[in-house]
């Protein structure tokens, strides 16, 4: 069993950054792809980025491109999700998940998550 806890959000004003980290444990890390997720209030959960075992390949949804960039340290089973020039769009509960598929933006893919950590961009 995976086990994902979530940190460093929190509070920050539009055009301002934060990293969010992922660490895993109870499992290969490096046999995971590791996707972030972001639900908004009244929103369904939608795909922000995913990067695959190696961290050779990273996609990324259309509203985070350019802005957020995903990394992953195998070596210390956290991934993580830099993200810039944030706006209040970005405001909601950013998760992150482990799956086995090999590429995928889809969170039925992805069987372990973690429970969240809120970010919030004020105007």
């Known amino acids: 069993q995976v086990q994902l806890v979530e940190s460093g959000g929190g509070l920050v004003q539009a055009g301002g950054s934060l990293r969010v980290s992922c660490a895993a444990s109870g499992g290969t890390f490096s046999t995971f792809t590791m996707g972030w997720f972001r639900q908004a209030p009244g929103k369904e959960r939608e795909f922000a980025a995913f990067i695959s075992r190696s961290g050779g390949y990273k996609q990324y949804s259309d509203s985070v491109k350019g802005r957020f960039t995903i990394s992953r340290d195998n070596a210390k089973n956290v991934v993580y999700l830099q993200m810039n020039s944030l706006q209040p769009e970005d405001t909601a509960v950013y998760y992150c998940?482990?799956?086995?598929?090999?590429?995928?933006?889809?969170?039925?893919?992805?069987?372990?998550w973690g429970q969240g950590t809120q970010v919030t961009v004020s105007s």
């Open positions: 998940a482990a799956g086995e598929s090999l590429y995928s933006i889809s969170t039925s893919d992805y069987r372990y």
